[in-house]
């Protein structure tokens, strides 16, 4: 009862909930009375469930689970496309990568790796806000393959943060900017590595249709991301500037003389997960070909052995397989199939062939503009970055195609998504931020409003330059 209470039941079942409910069918029931564009009966039924699936992943009405599954029931029954393509994220190497490196950064937190090696630093060097910002930045970047899991890090380096500043006299309003910032450079980062957010990165490529290694995303993002970044931090600095200048973070002796010291269990743990992101980072060197079953990688693999490797020498345990985000892994499901589905019944061919006036001709400035003010309002009525990627990343590919690849499609959609939120309910990791009070909901609001410009901006003074120089356009 509690996992259904849990995962499926709302809180309780108001007046006011059923009233929702009751309003949530009204779009899907419209879409399937009328058929807009001409839509038959299959593709409309793909079209009012998706309809209802997203109302539900926004409004949170119904729980992500039984949304998710509701929407690849419909698909099953009504959209006569095949189980492979219906299913093709639970049938691919992501799904199963994505539950290895919920464990394995399980593990990661177990054996307080990155509080004992980070924090000392911390303590030494991050005496004033400006510095404990770079810190911030600098600790995703280090933590990237150390905490495969994006939301893991997230957590792991928040918490990390959040009892250094406690252990300083620093000012409540500075601790919370602080740690708003957390959250505000965790998703800037991610857009520099595809492996940065194994998650969201990963399920756009799979959206496109096309691969991306993550050679290929880091050379066409990587630099033009840190100069976007270093707008974000002047505007963030400027912007809580009354919080942050001629601050300092004062410690105590006693926590100046911690020395932090590693066990015999801590110490095995260590060089597993050292040698593992050794083997990842090399991967590309020896193990490229390597398949396992014919889907299986060798990052996976190499994964799955030092998983195991972990519940071996008991830094992970039986009740550590609670850290797998099932939620997620069916919400995910749920929304890769959108993109296929659509493409597979026609029903992309018909809706987004209404917009191909709008992105008709070359690729233009103006093109590029469009494409991100079209992945923007998408967002801010989905709010999901993931569900807005499952419907913007395979539409844009269609209707642009001639025009920009499918790569650049993709770049662009995470230009307009990753980062950029003004409510919290835009951003998973704000959310988690927010609820867990780290900072007050007014600090996305303040930043996210004149940030917005500033994307459009950068896609054209960073990143336009940069793939023209480097000969993506």
């Not at 209802?52 to 698909?75: G, M, N």
């Not at 928040?158 to 252990?167: E, P, R």
């Not at 988690?432 to 004149?450: E, Q």
């Amino acid at each position: 009862m509690y996992i259904l209470k849990k995962y499926f039941f709302p809180a309780s079942f108001t007046l006011k909930w059923w009233m929702k409910l009751a309003a949530s069918f009204i779009p899907s029931a419209i879409i399937m009375i009328i058929r807009p564009l001409t839509l038959d009966f299959h593709q409309s039924s793909v079209m009012a469930g998706i309809a209802l699936a997203i109302i539900w992943w926004s409004s949170a009405i119904v729980k992500k689970i039984p949304a998710s599954l509701f929407l690849l029931l419909c698909f099953s029954l009504f959209s006569h496309v095949p189980v492979q393509i219906i299913f093709a994220f639970p049938l691919g190497e992501t799904f199963l990568m994505l539950i290895v490196t919920y464990l394995f950064s399980q593990a990661i937190s177990n054996s307080g790796l990155v509080e004992k090696f980070i924090r000392p630093v911390l303590v030494r060097y991050a005496d004033s806000p400006f510095k404990c910002l770079l810190a911030v930045i600098l600790s995703f970047f280090i933590t990237m393959y150390l905490i495969p899991q994006p939301m893991a890090r997230l957590i792991i380096v928040a918490v990390m943060f959040d009892n250094f500043l406690q252990s300083t006299d620093v000012p409540e309003r500075t601790r919370s900017v602080l740690l708003y910032s957390v959250f505000v450079f965790y998703a800037i980062v991610n857009m520099t590595s595809k492996d940065a957010d194994m998650i969201m990165n990963y399920v756009a490529c799979d959206f496109s249709g096309v691969e991306i290694t993550n050679l290929d995303w880091i050379r066409a993002m990587c630099i033009p991301t840190f100069f976007y970044g270093l707008s974000i931090l002047a505007l963030f600095c400027f912007l809580f500037r009354k919080d942050l200048l001629q601050i300092q973070l004062k410690l105590s002796n006693e926590v100046k003389n911690e020395r932090e010291k590693f066990s015999a269990k801590e110490s095995a743990s260590i060089a597993v997960i050292a040698g593992t992101v050794v083997l990842w980072m090399t991967s590309s060197i020896w193990g490229d070909g390597i398949k396992l079953f014919g889907y299986v990688g060798v990052n996976t693999l190499i994964t799955i052995i030092a998983t195991i490797i972990l519940f071996f020498i008991g830094t992970l345990k039986i009740r550590d397989l609670k850290a797998v985000d099932v939620t997620t892994l069916i919400f995910l499901s749920g929304a890769f199939a959108i993109g296929g589905v659509m493409k597979a019944c026609g029903a992309a061919d018909t809706v987004f062939g209404l917009f191909q006036n709008i992105f008709s001709g070359g690729f233009t400035i103006s093109y590029l503009l469009k494409m991100i003010f079209a992945g923007m309002i998408l967002h801010m009525i989905l709010g999901s970055n993931t569900t807005t990627l499952s419907v913007i990343v395979p539409g844009l590919c269609m209707i642009t195609a001639g025009a920009v690849s499918p790569q650049l499609v993709v770049y662009i959609a995470i230009i307009s998504v990753a980062f950029h939120a003004i409510l919290p309910f835009h951003s998973v990791s704000i959310m988690v931020g927010a609820s867990n009070n780290y900072f007050p909901n007014s600090y996305v609001a303040k930043l996210g409003i004149p940030v917005t410009p500033i994307v459009y901006l950068s896609a054209f003074c960073f990143y336009l330059p940069y793939w023209m120089l480097m000969g993506y356009l």
